[in-house]
């Protein structure tokens, strides 16, 4: 599966930006989709995810309760939606696709799209 993100930007503190992620390739529907981000001189760290089904999602304490992550099966699309940014949340963000019912580990991913640049400033 193929996997181009695009949406991001840069915004002030408090603002809101949406990520969408298009796939192409092999059935949409049978992957678990999953955000991640990498910040600069730090580690790649999960984000969020969601099963295949949408029954399930699942967040890094640091962005519950502001982003909100969901998937649109019929246009294989899987979407980040972030409010009150905050500087913090400044990074590269990167969708990717496990075969897993569900994942919230990056070691479970199997595919990964590029990234988009997410910056906050204050």
């Known amino acids: 599966v193929q996997l181009q993100a695009s949406g991001g930007g840069s915004v002030q503190a408090g603002g809101s930006l949406r990520l969408s992620c298009a796939a192409s390739?092999?059935?949409?529907?049978?992957?678990?989709m999953g955000w991640f981000r990498q910040a600069p001189g730090k580690e790649r760290e999960f984000v969020a995810a969601?099963?295949?089904?949408?029954?399930?999602?699942f967040y890094a304490d640091s962005v519950k309760g502001r982003f909100t992550i969901s998937r649109d099966n019929v246009k294989n699309t899987v979407y980040l939606q972030m409010n009150s940014l905050k500087p913090t949340d400044t990074a590269v963000y990167y969708c990717?696709?496990?075969?897993?019912?569900?994942?919230?580990?990056?070691?479970?991913?199997?595919?990964w799209g590029q990234g988009t640049q997410v910056t906050v400033s204050s």
């Open positions: 990717a696709a496990s075969e897993k019912v569900v994942a919230d580990r990056r070691s479970e991913y199997d595919y």
């Open positions: 390739g092999r059935t949409f529907t049978t992957y678990a």
């Open positions: 969601i099963s295949w089904s949408r029954s399930s999602t």
